[in-house]
């Protein structure tokens, strides 16, 4: 079995079904209200070990009864807990949701231990990350410590799947580490100042990435699939077809199954890693879709689940959305 190491954030969503977004100053009574399992770090943990993958996870949470659930969740996806660091003094991460009747949301994350999680703890951990297939990393951690897990990784050779989300510029000394770098659309523009809006402008940014040193890029594009550069060449993985529910987290699930796909070492040409993705994604897009139908009905949400299901697809962010997310 492929071991994947996922160094990255976790959160607690909690989310709240209005009628409208609530403006500043104004007080909504809502509808219906549930809490689930986020943040990139966690939802590609779980999803990657429902892909298949060995999945070990280094994050930090607080000592709460959030951070308590959260490492409970992951024990039942079978998830290696036993490198979650408790933080005394700090919460655990949350982010509070409010979606309204067209599904736009609005979205407040804060990230408590998450930002506890530093470069010394990830070298204390060296040999964990050392005796992994594939090292994933996301960007809502410190970047220190982002930097830190790609240079030990890199030493080891153990090969690195950074998802550059939330955007942020990233240092050279971690791009030329990273083995798959796969930014979406807005964040490839933040990466490189050029909007992939056309053929010539994707190749030309996926281009000035490899140049970075990245060893491949995936940039996703949404119902378009995504485009793949490597050394090798460049082309267009076109995406499955699928009624979208809640497009929330539907990158860390890809991520989550590619870096399975990847530690199996098959080719980033192949279509496995894809029809994994697909598997996984529609799978939680199921059973999204009966939770949204359940919430607007007013009826009890964890009756329409199946037992034990922990969401892998809910978005940790800081802004408010006027579209889908």
């Not at 969503?13 to 943040?39: C, H, N, S, Y």
Request: charged letters at 20%; proline letters at 6%.
């Amino acid at each position: 079995m492929s071991k994947i190491v996922v160094i990255g954030s976790s959160n607690t969503d909690m989310v709240v079904k209005a009628p409208t977004i609530p403006r500043a100053g104004e007080t909504l009574l809502g509808g219906a209200f549930f809490q689930a399992g986020g943040g990139k770090g966690a939802n590609q943990a779980v999803a990657a070990a429902r892909a298949g993958g060995a999945v070990t996870f280094i994050a930090a949470v607080g000592e709460d009864a959030l951070g308590s659930e959260q490492i409970a969740a992951f024990a039942r996806e079978g998830i290696d807990t036993s490198h979650i660091q408790r933080i005394t003094g700090q919460a655990s991460g949350v982010a509070l949701i409010v979606v309204d009747a067209a599904g736009e949301n609005c979205i407040v994350v804060a990230p408590g231990a998450n930002a506890s999680l530093g470069p010394e703890r990830i070298r204390e951990l060296e040999a964990v990350i050392g005796a992994g297939d594939v090292v994933v990393l996301q960007l809502e951690i410190p970047i220190d410590t982002v930097a830190e897990a790609v240079r030990i990784a890199a030493a080891r050779g153990v090969r690195v799947l950074l998802n550059p989300a939330p955007g942020r510029p990233l240092p050279d000394e971690v791009t030329s580490r990273v083995t798959v770098l796969t930014p979406n659309e807005t964040e490839v523009e933040l990466l490189t100042g050029i909007a992939p809006d056309t053929p010539e402008a994707r190749r030309e940014a996926a281009s000035m990435l490899l140049d970075s040193g990245a060893g491949a890029v995936v940039l996703t594009l949404g119902s378009a699939g995504a485009y793949l550069a490597t050394a090798a060449g460049h082309q267009i993985v076109p995406g499955h077809r699928v009624t979208p529910v809640d497009t929330t987290g539907a990158g860390d699930v890809f991520n989550g199954a590619l870096a399975v796909a990847l530690a199996e070492n098959r080719d980033l040409y192949e279509r496995h890693a894809e029809q994994i993705s697909r598997s996984v994604f529609v799978e939680e897009a199921e059973t999204w879709g009966r939770l949204s139908e359940a919430m607007e009905r007013g009826e009890d949400a964890s009756a329409v689940v199946p037992d034990g299901w922990t969401p892998t697809a809910r978005l940790a962010s800081s802004t408010c959305s006027t579209g889908p997310p």
